[in-house]
């Protein structure tokens, strides 16, 4: 069950760094929310967390609000229009990237309902915790998230290697890191 008030206060909020470290881990089935989740992580290559997350009010208000219909219908006039967006991260790549990621999506919900759907079928419908000490678990990556990343590039996703997969799952819930010291 996703917990409204911590989604709710991810939609409305202004301050993207404090709605997504709010939202962080707080399991979701909201495609639209996978797709920030996953476009902050596009963005986040790079930089630090904080840099892409404070960009979500922006990439909300530029992306037609991150409507995954609509950003799968931007073309080079789009990308030029956002490429000179002064508070966007403007790496013509990355932006390339959140609109194919947007078509992807749309791929994956017609064959499986959803994008939610598809991806909690990884994990069986519930979060898998993974202990911190277990073989090739870390805080940057996890051999679950490695398969999820190579099963997404198949599906023509960009910048979706492990490291960037790993921490989308973490931040939609579909796994926790525990440390059994």
Do not use: C
């Amino acid at each position: 069950m996703v917990d409204e008030t911590a989604r709710n206060n991810f939609e409305t909020a202004t301050d993207g760094v404090q709605a997504y470290h709010n939202y962080f881990g707080t399991p979701t089935h909201d495609d639209r929310i996978w797709f920030e989740l996953l476009t902050v992580g596009v963005f986040q290559v790079g930089l630090s967390w904080k840099v892409a997350a404070s960009k979500i009010p922006v990439l909300r208000q530029q992306m037609v609000g991150m409507v995954i219909d609509q950003v799968a219908q931007f073309d080079e006039m789009d990308v030029e229009r956002l490429q000179k967006e002064p508070d966007m991260i403007r790496n013509t790549r990355k932006i390339r990237a959140t609109i194919q990621n947007a078509r992807a999506i749309q791929a994956i919900q017609t064959e499986y309902g959803s994008f939610s759907a598809y991806l909690w079928a990884f994990v069986d419908g519930q979060p898998q915790l993974l202990d911190s000490q277990m073989a090739g678990v870390s805080d940057k990556s996890a051999p679950i998230s490695t398969q999820l990343a190579k099963e997404l590039k198949k599906r023509q996703f960009k910048f979706v290697g492990p490291v960037v997969t790993h921490l989308f799952m973490l931040a939609g819930g579909l796994i926790q890191i525990i440390d059994e010291d």
